[in-house]
């Protein structure tokens, strides 16, 4: 058995050599703290850049986005005015879809559920698929009676939002025609109405077309392609119809209460 202590033993077991040994474990050992801590430090800079890190989805949250919004309403309107005539309407119409596409994300995971009691909040009890849609419109500016607006027919809540000239009816239509139809009316935000059910159709510049919607299929708030949408491929009837249009942003500047069609 070598005795590494012995004065004469070989020149890697000199003490000289076991303080350089000492000192370079030391340094390696720091050099790997400081590697571990800068790979921490990266990975909560990746969680805080994440969008979906970012975007808590808690009751608590949700009020608080909706306050905000509220509160930069004025600033909006402002905005509207000083455009250019010509720009007015359609940077206004971005700035609302811009809105309604926040909201709606915060919804999405929340439960979904038929009965009372009812939840105007996402992760806060259940909400059917006709409030989901009014309290997302009503959160977003639009003095929306969101109450009346869940109680009827989807044909209804087409008619009470979306002018005539962008309602298209559907019965029985493949997919293909369907969505071919839905893209020529061009980029953004649609209402759709199906046999029992009712949600948004959003049409992306690329010619994307989501389906968002509190699901009956999934039992919760989700954001899917249309083309594979359980939901709508299924229904025998579908009515679209795009909102957001002219008249619909005047609603908006003047918060003028919508009229809800239907007798429920």
Known sequence: MVRLHVIGAAPWASTGY????????????????????????CAIVIVCLCPSAQALQTPASYVKLRTQLREERPSL?????RAPRKERYRRLEAALLQR???????????????????????????????????????????????????RQASYHGNKSLAPR??????????????????????PGLFLIGLDF???????????????????????????????????IVTSKNRVIGKILQREMLRWWLKRKRIHVYGNR
């Open 18 to 41: 076991f303080l350089k040994t000492l000192l370079a474990a030391h340094a390696l050992k720091l050099f790997m703290s400081m590697m571990n801590l800068r790979a921490t430090l």
């Open 77 to 81: 309107r402002r905005a509207f005015y």
């Open 100 to 150: 309604i596409d926040v909201l709606h994300k915060q919804w999405v995971g929340s439960r979904w559920g038929l009965g009372l009691p009812q939840s105007t909040v996402p992760f806060k009890g259940k909400t059917n698929c006709g409030l989901f849609v009014a309290v997302v419109l009503r959160d977003a500016g639009f003095n929306l009676p969101i109450w009346k607006f869940n």
């Open 165 to 186: 000239r962008t309602r298209r009816y559907f019965k029985r239509a493949p997919m293909k025609r369907f969505l071919s139809v839905v893209r020529s009316l061009g």
């Open 197 to 231: 059910h009712t949600g948004f159709l959003r049409v992306q510049p690329n010619g994307e077309v989501r389906f968002i919607h509190a699901s009956y299929e999934t039992r919760k708030v989700v954001d899917e392609p249309a083309a594979t949408a359980g939901p």
